[in-house]
T-cell receptor, first 113, second 118 residues
């Protein structure tokens, strides 16, 4: 079983739709969580961090359920420019100064006009 | 501010040749990471350094791969000899990690090196 699992998609949605991505992680000692976005043939870029209380950034809402080891990303009013691969990322730090990100394989979103 | 700088952007070479990928992290960052991305396996961590010291190289596929970080502003990933199955996009990323902080900063990625071994 992979340490971070995502539905690979693709998710094909019309403009304006609301879409949700889910992710599960297996290491209960994981300390911090992120969603990254990767456009075709580009590098991954941080979309947002995920906090225990849930957090929102414009049309994007991220939630974390530590008990279920589950992370979600909700995109409202989707735009054509949201089309990308969304990577669920878990920081399995060993404490101290170490910092190791474990990436899911990504969920492909295609927003249709 | 300059981001993570990788070179070359593209590399095409014949199998058996030595390949050297280069990375300059963001100034002030103290952690550096080498990743490999393929369609089949996604993004895989190969090795990472903290304060120029290799912390975890368990992701390095085999002895043909080696990485060095001689100073805080430069790292190399070397493949010798290269094989067709090494073809992938290789990303370097950097971040700042403060000791004792459980919520570490996210990583910043370079543009990647697209490597094709013929």
């Amino acid at each position: 079983r992979k340490e971070v699992e995502q539905d690979p998609g693709p998710f094909n949605v019309p403009e304006g739709a609301t879409v949700a991505f889910n992710c599960t992680y297996s290491n209960s000692a994981s300390q911090s969580f992120f969603w990254y976005r990767q456009d075709c043939r580009k590098e991954p870029k941080l979309l947002m961090s995920v906090y225990s209380s849930g957090n929102e950034d414009g049309r994007f809402t991220a939630q974390l359920n530590r008990a279920s080891q589950y992370i979600s990303l909700l995109i409202r009013d989707s735009k054509l420019s949201d089309s990308a691969t969304y990577l669920c990322v878990v920081n399995r730090g060993y404490g101290g100064a170490t910092n190791k990100l474990i990436f899911g394989t990504g969920t492909l979103l295609a927003v249709q006009p | 501010d300059a981001g993570v700088i990788q070179s070359p952007r593209h590399e095409v070479t014949e199998m058996g040749q030595e390949v050297t990928l280069r990375c300059k992290p963001i100034s002030g960052h103290n952690s550096l990471f080498w990743y490999r991305q393929t369609m089949m396996r996604g993004l895989e961590l190969l090795i990472y350094f903290n304060n120029n010291v290799p912390i975890d190289d368990s992701g390095m596929p085999e002895d043909r791969f080696s990485a060095k970080m001689p100073n805080a502003s430069f790292s190399t990933l070397k493949i010798q000899p290269s094989e067709p199955r090494d073809s992938a996009v290789y990303f370097c990323a950097s971040s700042f990690s403060s000791s004792g902080s459980p919520l570490n900063q996210p990583q910043h990625f370079g543009d990647g090196t697209r490597l094709s071994i013929l």
